[in-house]
Nanobody
């Protein structure tokens, strides 16, 4: 059974930082690329960052480039999203998801990030 459990969200002031975690189970995590998405109120879900199975290659959306970093720990079956210099427009629910294979159909419950003074 595929499970994705996101955590680490919260309320932070503009310019602050948060580190999101996503604990995965039920699929061969170390062999699967992973993505982080976000969805702001009234907007479509947006791909934020991706990482290859080994962690050797990453990419982030232009909107967060230079501020967000994706990483993973295959031993812990966890993918991370380090978010720095947060802006109000980063406010959203953040989700992780497998990038390929049949596991890509599963979503976690997400974690809320609110950037506000």
């Amino acid at each position: 059974q595929v499970q994705l459990v996101e955590s680490g969200g919260g309320l932070v002031q503009p310019g602050g930082s948060l580190r999101l975690s996503c604990a995965a189970s039920g699929f061969p995590f170390s062999s699967v690329a992973m993505n982080w998405y976000r969805q702001a109120p009234g907007k479509e879900r947006e791909l934020v960052a991706g990482i290859t199975p080994s962690g050797g290659s990453t990419n982030v959306a232009d909107s967060v480039k230079g501020r967000f970093t994706i990483s993973r720990d295959n031993a812990k079956k966890t993918v991370y999203l380090q978010m720095n210099s947060l802006k109000p427009e980063d406010t959203a629910v953040y989700y992780c998801k497998a990038a390929g294979g049949p596991w890509r159909l599963y979503w976690g419950q997400g974690t809320q990030v609110t950037v506000s003074s």
